[in-house]
């Protein structure tokens, strides 16, 4: 099994940034995806964005050109730096990690971080 452990979040004003962080507790070593959820008050968890194992990244069209996605495999991590942050994107961010072709393929969640954008 893995746990993964969010930090970074928390209050800003509209305009600035934060950096999320996401840990894995252990390495994976089969194909991987990582990425952000977020889940504003009333609405579905939506993606935010998606880095793969080989290095290909996706993002939500709300956040393109604001966000970036990068990923550590030395330290099993995953970033999100969020620039240019707007009121809408006050929400709970989660991490996901999706395993596949691995003894411990599966979904794995984080228990999420609050982001706060004040305008």
């Known amino acids: 099994q893995v746990q993964l452990v969010e930090s970074g979040g928390g209050l800003v004003q509209a305009g600035g940034s934060l950096r999320l962080s996401c840990a894995a507790s252990?390495?994976?070593?089969?194909?991987?995806?990582m990425g952000w959820y977020r889940q504003a008050p009333g609405k579905q968890r939506e993606l935010v964005a998606v880095?793969?194992?080989?290095?290909?990244?996706n993002y939500a069209d709300s956040v393109k050109g604001r966000f970036t996605i990068s990923r550590d495999n030395a330290k099993n991590t995953v970033y999100l730096q969020m620039n240019s942050l707007k009121p809408e994107d006050t929400a709970v961010y989660y991490c996901?990690?999706?395993?596949?072709?691995?003894?411990?393929?599966?979904?794995?969640w984080g228990q999420g971080t609050q982001v706060t954008v004040s305008s």
């Open positions: 996901n990690l999706n395993i596949w072709g691995s003894s411990i393929r599966g979904n794995y």
């Open positions: 880095i793969i194992s080989g290095g290909n990244t």
């Open positions: 252990r390495s994976i070593f089969s194909g991987n995806a």
